[in-house]
């Protein structure tokens, strides 16, 4: 990386360093068909403390008797990280948190007016005083409160300058979490929220990003935000979570440590093992060519490329496969050329003297080989995929709720 360009290009509102809060056992979880067991949840929280990670949004105890039980595991196997807790501004919610062993609350509540009105039925001064109250129940069940302005990108930001000050006071609230809830946010707007927010607020709080994947942009969308002086980055493994997921870990963490400059405390070499157990554990496989961790981000096959790379690695990677711990390769394929074949042949052992008329000859021969392959592996694979996502990531199937209600039913007037 050249630091001289990162200073250089460095916004003066951009942090230095960034908190990273993963919320890949709570918002990841959430993608539909998809669920953790408990095991699986502590040994996730403990490959993501031992990746650095020092904030874990850990589950929402209040409405799942799983993540109640998988937050005290997670106590007891030794997870470093602070284990927070989703929650609504509740008391029910708020107890839940406390007795899971939570360090911290993500307490959340709408802010657009779409949801304040239309699906809470409720005014802006019934979501201060819920939320003033909200924090004053965590704060003492000893407990830290960060402040969750749910569906912010579309909410009017006069309204939420004065929840700023109404709600989040210093030394009551550690962060003001904007979330993009459904994803519309774009850069240019992620920066003006935030600049405009980040004038209100006490500089003891923090600005955090949670961003939503729906139009492509959550990991655009928080390095937005950093830029504009966040300090604080919500994102998940693999960007799994609802609908189009939320801002990647991976990349987010390339993006600051490679193009800003900016210190996180996570270890990238822990990056792709992380990436390989959710993958596993979620069901929700990811393409060959997902940035930073992808199968195919550090092969190269083409053959101008190829012959550029063998001269000089930058000529086609800025990102170095080291820092994941990856390797480079070079793959022989449909648009190999002849460079590849001489550095094969002259580095084999032993090495062989190189034809350059021969060298043609084997291209030529490679690519009929591959022209000639048979694709039902191809086949093979997207009918799997196809079967998977219909059956495992489908969820349960109305008529067996509609069978558990009648079967209820029947019980209760019995």
């Not at 799942?64 to 007891?76: G, L, P, V």
């Not at 939503?212 to 919500?234: F, K, P, Q, V, W």
């Not at 694709?375 to 969820?395: C, I």
């Not at 509609?402 to 029947?410: K, S, V, W």
């Amino acid at each position: 990386m050249d630091k001289k360009h990162t200073q250089a290009t460095r916004p003066p509102t951009m942090p230095e360093q960034v908190e990273v809060i993963d919320c890949t056992l709570r918002d990841g979880e959430q993608t539909p068909g998809v669920w953790f067991t408990v095991q699986e949840k502590v040994q996730l929280a403990l490959l993501l403390d031992q990746a650095g990670i020092r904030v874990l949004d850990a589950g929402f105890p209040a409405a799942s008797a799983a993540d109640m039980e998988a937050m005290q595991e997670m106590r007891r196997a030794g997870v470093r990280a602070r284990l927070g807790a989703t929650a609504r501004p509740v008391r029910q919610d708020i107890v839940a948190a406390a007795k899971a062993g939570s360090d911290e609350v993500f307490m959340f509540m709408p802010t657009s007016d779409l949801r304040i009105k239309e699906t809470l039925g409720v005014t802006r001064d019934d979501v201060s005083r819920i939320m003033r109250t909200g924090v004053d129940e965590i704060v003492g069940q000893g407990m830290t409160a960060s402040v969750v302005f749910e569906d912010s990108t579309r909410a009017d930001p006069q309204y939420m300058i004065r929840l700023v000050n109404d709600v989040c006071q210093p030394g009551t609230v550690a962060r003001l979490i904007l979330a993009d809830s459904v994803g519309c946010a774009h850069p240019a707007s992620m920066r003006r929220l935030v600049r405009t927010l980040a004038e209100q607020l006490d500089p003891s709080i923090a600005i955090s990003i949670h961003a939503h994947n729906d139009y492509g942009l959550a990991t655009a969308n928080a390095l937005a935000a950093i830029e504009a002086g966040a300090r604080s980055l919500s994102c998940t493994v693999n960007g799994i979570g609802e609908r189009a997921g939320n801002a990647d870990l991976a990349e987010c963490l390339a993006a600051m440590t490679h193009l800003h400059g900016i210190e996180h405390g996570v270890d990238a070499l822990k990056l792709p093992e992380l990436s390989r157990f959710v993958e596993r554990a979620s069901g929700i496989h990811m393409s060959a060519t997902k940035p930073v961790t992808g199968f195919n981000v550090y092969r190269h096959e083409s053959g101008v490329h190829v012959d550029s790379m063998l001269k000089n690695t930058r000529s086609y990677e800025e990102l170095p496969p080291s820092w994941t711990g990856s390797e480079r390769d070079y793959v022989f394929g449909k648009h190999s050329g002849a460079s590849l074949v001489r550095h094969v042949l002259s580095t084999a052992n032993p090495p062989r003297e190189v034809d350059d008329d021969l060298a043609r000859k084997v291209v030529e021969a490679v690519k009929r080989i591959v022209e000639e392959t048979n694709k039902n592996k191809h086949e093979r694979a997207f009918e799997a995929k196809v079967a998977f996502t219909e059956t495992a990531l489908a969820g349960v199937p109305s008529e067996v709720v509609i069978a558990e209600y009648d079967r209820l039913a029947g019980e209760a007037v019995s």
